[in-house]
């Protein structure tokens, strides 16, 4: 059983920068592709970001391209999303999620996920 939890969430002004991790246990990271969501009040859970078991293959919404970037360190058993020129918009809970998945599987929609962190949320002042 896959855990999540996320963590570096919190207040930044337009054009600040967070970076959010997702610590998992309980399985082999490395066979876990690994995904960031956001869910604002009122909407439904939005993809952000995504990527392979082993980071190679990458996947975004267009609407962070060239601001957000996913990684992972998988000797730390560690995902990461480092937002930069954050605007209002990008107000959410930010959820990471996990899946066991085939090398160069990458999953953009919340259906293909099976396991979930508790959420972090970031907010973005103007």
């Known amino acids: 059983q896959v855990q999540l939890v996320e963590s570096g969430g919190g207040l930044a002004q337009a054009g600040g920068s967070l970076r959010l991790s997702c610590v998992a246990s309980g399985s082999s990271f490395r066979r876990l592709a690994m995904g960031w969501f956001r869910q604002a009040p009122g909407q439904e859970r939005e993809f952000v970001a995504a990527?392979?078991?082993?980071?190679?293959?990458?996947s975004y919404a267009d609407s962070v391209e060239g601001r957000f970037t996913i990684s992972r360190d998988n000797a730390k058993n560690t995902a990461y999303l480092q937002m930069n020129s954050l605007k209002p918009e990008d107000t959410a809970v930010y959820y990471c999620?996990?899946?066991?998945?085939?090398?160069?599987?990458?999953?953009?929609?919340?259906?293909?996920?099976?396991?979930w962190g508790q959420g972090t949320q970031v907010t973005v002042s103007s």
């Open positions: 990527l392979s078991t082993s980071g190679s293959k990458i």
């Open positions: 999620a996990a899946a066991i998945a085939s090398f160069l599987s990458v999953y953009n929609t919340t259906g293909q996920y099976d396991t």
